[in-house]
């Protein structure tokens, strides 16, 4: 029997991904994204191609990596479990929007900390496309523990 990728890789730091396009706000749950690049500072996430936020991402060519604590395992599930084009997932799970310096779209007010990107370039990859961004603004506003995916529902987090 093939084992699933993520059997080797997880834990994997969970993230929220914001995005927008004309008008329509979005977060979705990520885990598989990493830094590319110190100089210019680069970073990668990829979104499965059945995905709401892949449009918004690919059309606006922006996002922002929200690094959350432990405490929002279930907005994290929320977000995980529905689909932007059936719900306000800020509405629902009460993650508040703030406006980003350097591009269109919101970033989360409860992350610990955040990456605005700019995407640069568009890989396809199998059943996911892979978005390469320059890192318009890095900013980490709290220490805290985050979230790093197991499996299915399940997490861990850092010891202190």
């Known amino acids: ?16 991904l914001t995005c927008r396009f004309q008008g329509k706000d979005n977060v979705m749950t990520l885990d ?13 996430v990829s979104i499965g191609k059945t995905r709401f936020s892949l449009n918004l991402v690919r059309k ?3 996002f922002v990596v929200n690094f959350m604590s432990k405490d929002f395992e279930k907005e994290i599930l929320f977000c995980g ?3 932007g084009r059936n719900f306000d997932k800020f509405k629902e799970t009460g993650l508040e929007k703030e406006e980003v310096e350097t591009i269109h779209c ?3 007010k409860q992350a610990l900390g955040y990456l605005e990107c700019q995407v640069i370039k568009e890989i396809e990859t199998g ?31 850092t010891e202190d």
């Open 1 to 16: 029997k093939t084992m699933k990728i993520t059997t080797l890789t997880n834990p994997r730091q969970t993230i929220l």
């Open 32 to 44: 598989w994204h990493t830094p590319l690049s110190f100089e210019p500072m680069i970073y990668a």
């Open 60 to 62: 606006s060519k922006v």
């Open 81 to 83: 479990r529905h689909s």
């Open 106 to 108: 919101p970033r989360i």
């Open 127 to 157: 059943d996911h496309i892979l978005f390469i961004a320059e890192v318009k603004k890095a900013e980490l506003k709290q220490k805290g523990k985050r979230l790093f995916h197991l499996f299915a529902d399940k997490f861990t987090t």
